[in-house]
């Protein structure tokens, strides 16, 4: 039996604080309508997408589909004035385009973005034995009515309250004779089951997941589980001698000292640890590989273009640099008069916050590193 889905996303941003379609909001380069959309392509039992969506949108959201090859997704059609039409329009196009009406069908919000292919699979499983299924959440705290000025009427039975998420799936014949039944009785409610309800159906229902949520406000973005995210960490160690007749350049700054590093570019200890970390996290070749110290076009370079370099490469790798923490270790010179120039000399460069750079200075006590200077790099990097 096919399954189809019907993903709504024809709503606005007025709530959540964003000019446009929230589902058009970015987060790690992502659109929030991204998430959706990948989970849905992953999961094997889902054989077809329609995506509902403003008229005046279905161009970005095409381009969506395009740039992350979203193969599932057979149409994207206009949405209406409420949610409900925008699903009636769905299933509209749906009874017109299909000739054979056997076939399930899912309708779920795509600012639901947390939703797994755990979940859309048992609610099919269940939808499969009683012809519709709803994934609910069971209350846990004391559930109580109240009065329209703010006073408790009653307490109700809170094993009989569950809150409702999508996706829910119905066989597509029941689902859409609910829709005309509704339609034909100017009947309006806030999700699709209650529209079933309404034509005198019974549905089962699933366990819903807590993360499931349904993106409302911006400050719903705090609450999504890191399943969205990948996180990587990344090290570099870098170490020069130095020597008179050279300039001392560390994060990018010229200290006042009356030696430099002795190297092929300009040494930089700091920004070469700080560039294979980033390179090791993101998984391309170190520092000496993109900048062989046998090509003399390197020669004398200053490091922060070659920093620059690197934060281009990344860039293409859509993922996002969270923090750098930093040690220079050496005896002399003392750098805690530069610290918070090289942190923001480093934040221009590296496009993050000062306050996601840590640095530290270490002296060897002349243990260790004795006419020299070393750093060690730690990064995360978030995709």
Not at 67 to 95: C, H, M
Request: proline residues 2%; positive net charge; contains cysteine.
């Amino acid at each position: 039996m096919r399954l189809i889905f019907v993903v709504v996303a024809a709503g606005s941003g007025k709530r959540f604080g964003f000019k446009k379609n929230k589902l058009l909001y970015e987060i790690d380069s992502k659109p929030l309508i991204y998430f959706t959309l990948e989970t849905i392509q992953k999961c094997n039992v889902v054989n077809e997408v329609i995506l509902v969506s403003k008229e005046e949108e279905i161009h970005l959201f095409n381009e969506i589909v395009k740039r992350y090859n979203f193969t599932k997704i057979k149409a994207i059609i206009p949405g209406g004035k409420e949610r409900q039409d925008s699903v009636y329009n769905a299933l509209l196009w749906l009874n017109e385009n299909y000739s054979n009406k056997e076939f399930f069908v899912g309708i779920h919000d795509g600012a639901r973005i947390n939703v797994t292919t755990d979940l859309i699979k048992r609610i099919y499983e269940t939808a499969l034995k009683y012809n519709s299924a709803v994934p609910v959440i069971f209350a846990k705290d004391t559930v109580k009515k109240i009065t329209k000025d703010k006073f408790i009427k009653e307490t109700l039975p809170r094993e009989e309250i569950a809150l409702v998420q999508t996706p829910q799936i119905f066989k597509f014949s029941l689902i859409f004779n609910a829709y005309q039944n509704a339609y034909k009785n100017n009947f309006y409610t806030t999700d699709d089951a209650g529209l079933v309800e309404y034509y005198g159906k019974k549905i089962k229902i699933v366990e819903g997941t807590p993360e499931n949520i349904k993106i409302t406000y911006m400050k719903d973005l705090d609450l999504l589980s890191n399943n969205k995210r990948e996180f990587r960490i990344g090290t570099g160690f870098d170490i020069h001698k130095l020597v008179k007749g050279r300039k001392l350049f560390l994060g990018g700054i010229e200290i006042p000292y009356n030696k430099g590093f002795l190297a092929h570019s300009d040494g930089d200890v700091l920004i070469h640890s700080i560039i294979d970390a980033l390179l090791g996290a993101t998984g391309m070749d170190d520092i000496g590989m993109l900048f062989p110290d046998y090509d003399e076009k390197f020669k004398d370079i200053r490091s922060t273009e070659l920093l620059k370099e690197v934060i281009s490469l990344i860039a293409k790798k859509d993922c996002k640099i969270v923090n750098i923490d930093s040690v220079i270790i050496g005896d002399e010179p003392k750098i805690s008069e530069y610290k918070e120039k090289i942190r923001k000399k480093l934040s221009k460069l590296i496009g993050i916050e000062k306050e996601r750079i840590n640095l530290k200075g270490k002296r060897t006590e002349g243990v260790l590193f004795e006419n020299a200077i070393a750093s060690y790099t730690i990064v995360l990097v978030k995709f």
